[in-house]
């Protein structure tokens, strides 16, 4: 069974940053898609970041482009995510997600991953 758990999530004045840790246990395929989700208050989740495990092929939305980058240590089996210049609109949970054996093109639509973490809050003050 896989079990994720974030960590780094926190209070930030508006451009600063943080990075986001997200410790996979039980994940042993060497294939598959990771991502780093939010959920706004009151809104719906959106992807953030995404990245292959394979390769280390990453996808990003346009509203972090140039702002977040996902990356992964195998070895450590933890995936990050580095956010800067953070905005008063990234202030959301986040959520680490995994879907092992993933091998389209194109990454996972946010409801298409097996696993999800409990999140980490994220508040960006202006």
């Known amino acids: 069974q896989v079990q994720l758990v974030e960590s780094g999530g926190g209070s930030v004045p508006a451009g600063g940053s943080l990075r986001l840790s997200c410790a996979a246990s039980?994940?042993?395929?060497?294939?598959?898609?990771m991502a780093w989700v939010r959920q706004p208050p009151g809104k719906e989740r959106e992807g953030v970041a995404f990245?292959?495990?394979?390769?280390?092929?990453?996808y990003y939305a346009d509203s972090v482009k140039g702002r977040f980058t996902i990356s992964q240590d195998n070895a450590k089996n933890t995936v990050y995510l580095q956010m800067n210049s953070l905005k008063p609109e990234d202030t959301a949970m986040y959520y680490c997600?995994?879907?092992?054996?993933?091998?389209?093109?194109?990454?996972?639509?946010?409801?298409?991953?097996?696993?999800w973490g409990q999140g980490t809050q994220v508040t960006v003050s202006s």
């Open positions: 039980g994940y042993t395929y060497s294939s598959g898609s």
């Open positions: 997600a995994a879907r092992p054996g993933w091998a389209l093109s194109r990454p996972p639509g946010v409801y298409e991953y097996n696993y």
């Open positions: 990245i292959y495990r394979g390769g280390g092929r990453t």
